[in-house]
């Protein structure tokens, strides 16, 4: 349905996306964060930062880094408050991609 919807050239495109970001992924166990996204009409409450830390809850329960890639610089705040760092920005397309990368936390104490 997908392809359909977008057409061949776009389908390709985003393959050829996927391609380029997996080349760059870091090679250690990590969890990667691919999309996080909220209806234009829903920002700015605060249900990003809600949807960011439920993953990261899961992240830090497993003692594990997280990877993720983001292509717009309004967010580079909110990971960063969320202790990601930026590793580089690469093109990606011709378009500028942040990797960030956020270090392996020991899991919270029961109770």
């Known amino acids: 349905r997908v392809l359909a919807a977008q057409g ?3 389908a390709r495109r985003w393959a050829r996306v996927h391609f380029e970001l997996e080349r760059m992924h870091p090679r250690e166990p990590h969890w990667y964060l691919d ?7 829903w920002r700015a409450r ?4 809600a949807l960011l ?7 830090d329960a497993d003692a594990a880094p997280s990877y993720l890639e983001t292509d717009r610089r309004e967010n580079l705040e909110l990971y960063e408050r969320a202790s990601y760092t930026v590793l580089d920005e690469a093109l990606v397309l011709g378009v500028p991609v942040h990797r960030m990368w956020r270090a392996a936390r020991a899991p919270a104490p029961p109770g």
Request: glycine share 10%.
């Open 53 to 59: 830390h439920a993953f990261l809850a899961q992240v």
């Open 46 to 49: 605060g249900i990003g930062r």
């Open 35 to 41: 999309m996080l996204a909220v209806d234009p009409a």
């Open 8 to 10: 061949f050239r776009t």
